[in-house]
């Protein structure tokens, strides 16, 4: 019985290890293979809906997990930093605890050095499809996606030296706006992966809706308690480098 489920182990070792071999001997060049990849991501978005209301233009940065199928097939997994200077909401925000010449006092009796700051986080999983009508090889071209995540966005506040008592611990949290939800994702762009291996990217249009509501149950500057379901968006270009990891290559191939 043992020396059965020995034999049968090694015929399925053999088994993967010739389906690689296999697949190993396919050109870039001219077949459509699978591949895996990391990939470096970049954006720019503007808001729109109830985002708009709160924030301007922002910027993403974040890494992503990449499966092509030998159909073309495409099932991404990944997380993008969100982060951005133009807070819409700022000379209000802290009008009842400024002076009428809009500074905050802190602890010393002069003006506190208060900055705010958006920043988020979008959690996604996509899917979609690699047609390739244009590009080099069977492997680029155009890539239509579409995901489901999780995104979360605040007004970061900052206060240098943490010198206003006003906006620490919990009263902090009283102005930040931390607000998330669920998200849908949807993406058009082209792929390119080189024939030689060499340059591998990604550039298109993405858009994010997110279905959220405030996670605090109070502002301070609104004195009342925080707003319900929202529905913001944001629409941009994303653009990223391709780290591609090939099931296995020919002896005269190289990496870089």
Known sequence: ??????VVFLMLINSIFSFQKAEGQLNIA????RIYSISAR?????????????FGISYSVGPAFTYKTNKNWLWDAGFDYIFGND????????????????????QEGVPADVAVQERGYH??????????IIGPNPNSGLIVEFGVGYLLHKINISVLNNSAPQLRGDYKKGYDRLTGGFSFNQFIGYQHLSS???YNFFV?????EGFTSSLREYDFDRMA???????DMMIGIKAGWILPIYARAPKDYYYY
């Not at 019985?1 to 020995?6: A, E, H």
């Not at 970049?42 to 985002?51: F, I, K, R, S």
Request: proline residues 4%; without cysteine.
């Open 1 to 6: 019985m043992q020396k059965r489920k020995i």
């Open 30 to 33: 001219d077949s459509v293979i």
């Open 42 to 54: 970049l954006g720019t978005h503007l808001p729109a809906a109830d985002m708009a209301q709160r």
């Open 87 to 106: 807070v819409k909401i700022k000379d209000s925000l802290f009008r009842l605890i400024s002076t009428s010449h809009q500074f905050i006092i802190d």
């Open 123 to 132: 959690f996604y999983v996509s899917s979609g499809k690699l047609f390739p």
């Open 196 to 198: 030689k291996r060499i």
């Open 204 to 208: 298109g249009f993405e858009l994010i």
């Open 225 to 231: 308690p925080a707003e319900g379901n929202r529905f």
